[in-house]
């Protein structure tokens, strides 16, 4: 359930760069594709920092975990990429 919690989030924070990016930058293709390529490093981040916590603090093996880290970060991360795709068509 906390995964799902997690994922969800971070597509919610896909829409909120985007978002963002539509209305600072005057809803240009640049700004939107800029904030994706910003949010991909930003949610690798978050995504291993929550690696690290089942890893350190929740017991589990860095095997275990990494198949979470996996989903964690790759579904956002194809949403983002779909949108980039998109953008750039």
């Known amino acids: 359930m906390r995964s799902i919690v997690i994922i969800v989030g971070g597509l919610l924070l896909l829409g909120a760069f985007v ?17 994706i390529q910003v949010f991909l490093p930003v949610w690798l981040a978050a995504a291993l920092v929550n690696m690290w916590i089942g890893v350190s603090r929740a017991g589990y093996s860095v095997a275990e975990e990494f198949t979470i880290f996996l989903a964690i970060f790759m579904i956002p991360g194809i949403a983002a990429a779909l949108i980039w795709w998109k953008l750039s068509s």
């Open 19 to 35: 978002l963002v990016a539509r209305l600072l930058g005057g809803g240009t293709t640049r700004s939107m594709v800029t904030a």
